[in-house]
């Protein structure tokens, strides 16, 4: 998984903090402990996020875990059940969807069937009162950007689902907003476009500035577009961070587990040090050494989160105190570039391991059903408390 | 087989379709009837039709029912728009269950019952505007009960505002019920989006949700108008002497016996139903051919891009 470390500033990307991390920093938007409840049903847990200006923030998080739902807040179409929204410094309470400094696209892309695809782009400008000469250039502009030019004259139920869903992005993008959400934007596009708009979508970014909120289910996706990432559980805020971060180190089982796959190992922390853990578990079948410290109590209970990549599988028998067991390769899928190996460590427990294949040579090649020793770094597992 | 089956299907065809039209093809055939008993057959004739134009009762009440049904339709598809729109966009504020009861109530209660108790609402009316009227003549303000009586007159002795304010109330209930079905199927984001782009709630309302609505508007209309144009009781109830509409005409007649102007009428109005069915037909139908011509148009420029 290709993971880009994206900073906003780009201009000055190599001297400057990224303004996440810059005490400084003002963030553009301010969520304080926002919840949304719908009757009894919280959608929105006590959300608490700051996002900066220019940052390309994705929210990510399985279906119905309320991202639409904090979407739909911040354009202002539902009101916080307790807790503020800032933008820019002011307080969005009251400020109705008219007249706040945001643009959305609608995961549904609402748009108006009534109108040609060239009249639903030009309408935000239309309300701007904006020149006529200069709604037809811009419109024209943003056709041109999505690849729509030949499609301006139809109507919307004249398209197909991907040229909807460049429609619905042309329309939010056409009035530059300081502020533009997006809710999987990019959801119905074949491989190549998507990726064509996922640059665009970028380059757009960095040129005006545009601070953007993109919802995904498609975590590729949020790993190459967004400078930081928010994961959201069951309406809460699980872990904010930028890909790096959400994919190297997880702070909890959920985000271990959603982000990438990983094999999770319950165990028991027996030594805690500032440089490293010691983890008994039953379930790896042996003691896990990581190389850094975590704060805990000794004798808590912890997870440990294993990349399939960061394994290694040899044929020869290893004897290591830690971080060493044995196992039988019980299938093999071959990728191409790499193979995923199932294996069945010898107390039961089924892990997923993923080797390049640099060698072609068939003697090197572990096969179905061999004894394998299941090996990592110290520095490889995280281990998580929750 | 299947020739057997066709056969029995014609037959049943033959016996459905003969039910539902022989009396509208013997009354069409009739009204060019020589005879002036309506029974009796006594050669070809267009006279009918002559006597027709000739018979200012009717022609007036043709025209009276027609200005009755275009005002009251479009005040009534105008109020049930509102009133659709509120049932579905405000599902909260207070009284709303008691509205949409009031709303519906028209629709199944029965029309007498509706016709009676407009009756009673125009006569107390009439009392209070006589009242009125005089006290305040009574008391010197003689400018002020000159206003009264120019905004108020009409209560006295019902006429035509009074029939269509009744017909506006019950054709209203229909036309709410049409609109309040389209707009629970409208999808809410295009308000929302509307909005997000900077249009104001009216302005949405006007540029977004009446175009979409259109046709929901133009077919409550044609409800509305239907309903009035031959609604009997509620304007019996509810209409002074100098107005008397169609229908309450035609069945006036029909009980002094069955007269062959009527036939001609009804031929007439036929003829025009006919008419305006068959250019709706062949609207739709263009329409549908068009749509499928630019769908093709949109499938074959996607593979050619
Ligand atoms: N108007 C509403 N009334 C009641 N419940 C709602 C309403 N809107 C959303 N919900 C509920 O809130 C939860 C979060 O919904 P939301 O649309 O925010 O999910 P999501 O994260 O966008 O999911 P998806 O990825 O499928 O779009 C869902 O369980 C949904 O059923
Ligand atoms: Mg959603």
Redesign the interface.
Known sequence: MAAVERTSQAPSKQTELPSWKDPKAEPYIRIENVTKKFGDFVAVNNVSLSIYRGELFSLLGGSGCGKTTLLRML???ENPTSGKIYIDGVDMAGI???DRP???M?Q?Y?????MTVEQNVA??LK??KFPDSEVKQRVAQMLDLV?LT??AK??P????GG?RQRVALA?SLV?QPKLLLLDEPLGALDKKLREATQFELMNIQDRLGITFIVVTHDQEEAMTLSTRIGVMNAGQIVQIGTPQEIYEYPQNKFVADFIGSVNLFEGQIVEDEADHVLIKSAEAGCDIYIDHGISSAPGAKAWVAIRPEKIQLTKQEVNAPHNCVRGTVKGIAYMGNLSIYLVQLDNGKQIKVTMQNQMRAAELMIDWDDRVSVTWHPNSPVALLS | MTHRLSWFIIFWLVVVFAFLYTPIISVVIYSFNASKLVTVWAGWSFKWYGELAKDRQIIDAALLSLQVAAISSTLATILGTIAGYVLVRFPKFLGRTAFSGMVNAPLVMPEVITGLSMLLLFITMENIFKWAVAGLADSGMGATSEVVRVLFGWVEGRGFITVVIAHVTFTMSYIAVVMRSRFLVLDLSLEEAAQDLGAKPLKVFFVITLPIVLPAIISGWLLGFTISLDDLVITAFTNGPGTTTLPQVVFSKVRLGLDPKINALATIIIAIVSIGVIIATIQMRRAEKQRQRDEQMAIRALAKA
Do not use: C, E, I
């Open positions: 354009a202002g179409f109705p969807p008219y945001t643009n959305m609608f549904s609402a748009l108006f069937p009534h309408f935000g309300q701007d690849q030949p499609f139809r109507k139920h004249q398209l197909s040229q329309r009035k």
